[in-house]
Every structure is written in structure tokens, then in C-alpha cells.
T-cell receptor, first 111, second 118 residues
């Protein structure tokens, strides 16, 4: 059983469209991270969310942590081809020191 | 500032052969991770070091995998003998944050070492 479930698994959209990807769990997380990974590279950290209900914005990317700290979403406005990549959520369960990753959402933005 | 450096980037070997991967973390980062990533999947933890101590190696297949982090800086991950199912990308990451803190999940990854076992 995957501790962090990401959906959708694949997403292909046209440049300029908006999209939301999700990261869900039945467990509570003390913090949650979002990473982006491009082919042939390692994941790169985008954001950390810690507080339930927290919303963080990074240019056209909006990250939200669920009130119960069990889920998170990433919304991209006016997607660009440069947003193409594998988006991974990762989190540390409350009371644990172990960082676990979801399987990721592979996003393709077509020009 | 230099990032996490890994070598080799690519390695092709025949099954039953040994292979080793090297990682140099970001200077000052006490925590070092080795992850395995299969195609289209998220990274899976193999081992985590705090300085030179392996604090979580529960997912490391110890019959064939070994790792060391002498002097608490560079690290080496070895597989002997390699099996076909070991073909994957091996990622090294380091972190400045201490375990148990809100930023403990903020990792800096290297580019990875892609292993192909024939």
C-alpha cells in the first residue's frame, strides 16, 4: 500500500491551460514537500508546507496543505512547456523521521 | 556552491558483476540518503546517514547491497553481485536539516547514477 497516493498518474495538456494534481494519504504528516524532476535529473525541491490549511504560492504554482495535514494539492496556472516534468510529493509522518515519496504525476505541457 | 555530485552517471554491467556508486554531498550537510528510483516511480529509500552513522537501513537488501560513509562526508553504495532487477537510477541526496524538524524533508539530490544490468 502506497502511503502517499498521487493523482493523476499522467497528465497531458496544452500550453496556457490550468491544472491541479493531488497528493493524498490516510496518515497525518508533520510536513510535506513537493519536488519536480526532469528526465535524467534528480528531483528539485519546490516547496515545504507545514501548517494545516497552509497555502503557498511560487509564481504560477499554488500549493495547499489540507486542514487535517493528510493531503495536498498543486495548482499550476497558465501552464508552460517548461513546467513539463514529474511532480513528486513527499512527507514525513507525524512521529516518524522517515521521508516517503509518492509515485509522482508525470505532466506534459504541449506548445 | 557545488551541489550533490554523483558518479558514474551511467553504468552497464552483466549480472553477477559488482558495481559501486559514489556520492559527494553538499558541504556541511550531515544527513545523506541513498534512494533507488525505478522508471516512472518515486524514489525509495535505501539508507540514511546522520554523519557517519547509518540511522535507517531497514530497506537496504543487505545480502547484496552495502554502503559506507567514512569520515561522515563522501559515501559509497555497492552492489555485489548485481541482478537484473537492480537496473534503476540510484539517487544520492543530502540535507542540512536535522531529523524531526519541519525542514527535514528538504533534500538536495544529485543527478543520479543509472544502472543497467544485462
Amino acid at each position: 500500500t502506497q502511503l502517499l497516493e498521487q493523482s493523476p498518474q499522467f497528465l497531458s495538456i496544452q500550453e496556457g491551460e490550468n491544472l491541479t494534481v493531488y497528493c493524498n494519504s490516510s496518515s497525518v504528516f508533520s510536513s510535506l514537500q513537493w519536488y519536480r524532476q526532469e528526465p535524467g535529473e534528480g528531483p528539485v525541491l519546490l516547496v515545504t508546507v507545514v501548517t494545516g490549511g497552509e497555502v503557498k504560492k511560487l509564481k504560477r504554482l499554488t500549493f495547499q496543505f489540507g486542514d487535517a495535514r493528510k493531503d495536498s494539492s498543486l495548482h499550476i496556472t497558465a501552464a508552460q512547456p517548461g513546467d513539463t516534468g514529474l511532480y513528486l510529493c513527499a512527507g514525513i509522518q507525524g512521529g516518524s523521521e522517515k521521508l516517503v515519496f509518492g509515485k509522482g504525476t508525470k505532466l506534459t505541457v504541449n506548445p | 556552491e557545488a551541489g550533490v555530485v554523483q558518479s558514474p552517471r551511467y553504468k552497464i554491467i552483466e549480472k553477477k558483476q559488482p558495481v559501486a556508486f559514489w556520492c559527494n554531498p553538499i558541504s556541511g550537510h550531515n544527513t545523506l540518503y541513498w534512494y533507488l528510483q525505478n522508471l516512472g516511480q518515486g524514489p525509495e529509500l535505501l539508507i540514511r546517514y546522520e554523519n557517519e552513522e547509518a540511522v535507517d537501513d531497514s530497506q537496504l537488501p543487505k545480502d547484496r547491497f552495502s554502503a559506507e560513509r567514512l569520515k561522515g562526508v563522501d559515501s559509497t553504495l555497492k552492489i555485489q553481485p548485481a541482478e537484473l532487477g537492480d537496473s534503476a537510477v540510484y539517487l544520492c541526496a543530502s540535507s542540512l536539516a536535522q531529523a524531526g524538524t519541519a525542514r527535514a524533508g528538504e533534500l538536495f539530490f544529485g543527478e543520479g547514477s543509472r544502472l543497467t544490468v544485462l
